[in-house]
């Protein structure tokens, strides 16, 4: 049941420290497009992004940005999905207010959060916090509901969905393959081997046996 207080707190730690392999916190919450369950995206990738207040510019900027991309999460089967600590109805107007200023149809369901208690659940925020600073946490998760990566951001700082998409493919490509992506790797680029795990296997693969090339991916 959606609680009248608009998040399902009663299976929600209060405060906790998530790391990359947890599973990621279920709740219920009313979004910009409903009512929702977090668990009903199982079976599927997810990138849940945090805000912490509406009407903000560089939260405005990555809402554009978010959308503007938005077929190319989905062609990649990621569901996009925002958390912002502000009211349902604040959500609504500032979707609005972009859609009306700037033209852009916000594709994605926003959550309402004015408890914190999925931010403070995704450990984006604790009891002692003043304000909703530090909700500005994005979280990779998998089809199977682990979280495979956690990016904290400033408020003075946008994040870059050029990056963001990256990561989503690398993911994707290291499950399908079972090897490495190396830095600034993109679809198409060679991957890198695992680490060796015999002293056999490193002297077959002499000198650069630390950092063997694999073959190139899938465009």
Wanted: contains cysteine; glycine residues 6%.
């Amino acid at each position: 049941m959606i609680a009248s207080s608009s998040v399902e707190t009663s299976s929600l730690p209060r405060c906790t420290s998530l790391r990359i392999g947890d599973r990621a916190p279920d709740f219920s919450a009313r979004t910009t497009h409903g009512e929702f369950i977090m668990s009903a995206l199982r079976g599927h990738w997810v990138l849940l992004f945090a805000h912490p207040a509406d009407f903000t510019p560089v939260c405005t900027s990555e809402f554009i940005a978010l959308a503007r991309s938005a077929e190319e999460f989905q062609q990649r089967d990621c569901a996009l999905l925002g958390i912002s600590a502000d009211s349902l109805p604040a959500h609504l107007a500032w979707v609005e207010a972009i859609h009306t200023q700037f033209g852009i149809q916000i594709p994605f369901p926003i959550i309402e959060d004015p408890s914190l208690a999925v931010a403070r659940a995704y450990g984006m925020i604790d009891g002692t916090a003043q304000d909703s600073a530090t909700v500005r946490s994005v979280f990779m998760i998998d089809p199977s509901g682990t979280i495979r990566s956690i990016l904290n951001y400033p408020a003075t700082v946008g994040r870059s969905v050029p990056e963001l998409l990256r990561l989503l493919c690398a993911l994707q490509e290291v499950d399908r393959a079972g090897t490495l992506t190396p830095e600034s790797w993109q679809p198409g680029d060679r991957t890198v081997a695992p680490p060796l795990q015999t002293q056999a296997a490193v002297e077959k693969a002499g000198a650069k046996w630390f950092f063997q090339p694999a073959g190139k991916t899938r465009p």
